[in-house]
């Protein structure tokens, strides 16, 4: 496979963009810097889970076109996007929380599987499209808690509802790669799987930042159920970048750059929940850690790492921020919207910030 050439994100501007999950975090992080490119963005999406959610304070529903729908719905979403007829497909949507999957593993199954088969009908369905990244997880590796990061090509698996519903769409994705997708000219696609992303706007349940700012917003102490678990954490913007460069990749040279990727960070974000806690109090300037262990609780995997040297190698692409430059961004951003400070202008600073950073393309 080949290098990875200069590649310019300016690409994107006056081309036509779809994605699935646009209301989600990380979706909504992607839309933002599209629309910041130029680029025409449709988004098909569940609506917001709160009204502080990023996609409602960056108020994105005035800058492009956006359906409420689901994905387990192929006739709807398949129709809009066919009708929009884009060149690019990112597909974000998910239920993407493993606890709720052991609440209920049939809609999490549903939405993670069935619902990305439906995303890979429309695509095959929709003539116009050029190049499509297809989001899964980290935890879509058979996690064996080892202490060196899991490559593209290591064994699939997962013993919890989420972690297995991921895996799945990965093979999934690897039937539609080896069965349709080589016959159809001018279109590549690739798979692609990140670390734990942190950033401004996510209000989901049960993630940590999102309830480490509920907790210091209203003077209670962060509450933490397993402190000494290992994540490797990672602002939403590095694999936001990571996505967006190769998708060009893939309607530049296509099945050069096919397959599946891994966007993660350095070893050393590789940091424990108790450590994350303790870096973003003291960067809220105030608070307490309880550690509140829950009897009987699911398992959640202790230690989970990448290996990302394919996408060093072959894309260009590396982490940008280390972990207290992770951190300081992340928590800069609830800061001051909290202050009142305008949450558009806030984004775009840091997407801005971080493309200027050390390694950063125009």
Known sequence: MMRSPKTSLNEFSGRRVFITGDTGFKGSWLALWLTELGAEVCGFALPPYTDQDHYVVTRLAQRYRHVDGDIRDLNVMQSLMQSF??????????????????????????????????????????????????????????????????????????????????????????????????????????????????????????????????????????????????????????????????????????????????????????????????????????GAVMHESEAGAPHEARLLHLNCDKA????????????AQTIASTVDWYKAVHAGQDPVAESCAQIRQFMDSEGGQS
Not at 312 to 323: E, H, M
């Open 85 to 286: 007829a884009p060149e690019f497909v990112f597909h974000l949507a998910a239920q993407p929380l493993v606890r709720l999957s052991y609440q209920d593993p049939k809609g999490t199954f549903d939405t993670n599987v069935a619902g990305s088969v439906n995303l890979l009908e429309a695509v095959r369905a929709t003539a116009s499209v050029r190049a499509l990244i297809y989001v899964t997880s980290d935890k879509c590796y058979e996690n064996r808690e080892w202490v060196w990061g899991y490559r593209e090509n290591d064994r699939l698996g997962g013993r919890d509802p989420y972690s297995a519903s991921k895996a799945a769409a990965e093979i999934v994705f690897n039937a539609y790669q080896a069965s349709f997708f080589p016959h159809r000219e001018g279109f590549a696609a690739a798979s692609v799987r990140a670390g734990n992303v942190i950033g401004g706007g996510d209000w989901a349940g049960d993630r940590i930042i999102p309830d480490a700012m509920r907790a210091l917003q209203s003077g209670q102490p962060i509450r933490l159920r397993n402190p000494l678990a290992t994540r490797p954490w990672q602002h939403v913007l590095e694999p936001v970048y990571g996505y967006l460069l190769l998708a060009l990749l893939l309607t530049n040279y296509g099945s050069h750059y096919s397959g599946a990727w891994n966007f993660g960070p350095d070893e050393q974000a590789m940091r424990t929940v108790g450590e994350l806690a303790q870096q973003v109090i003291g960067r809220w300037g105030g």
């Open 312 to 323: 060093r190698a072959q894309l260009g692409w590396q982490p940008r921020w280390n972990f």
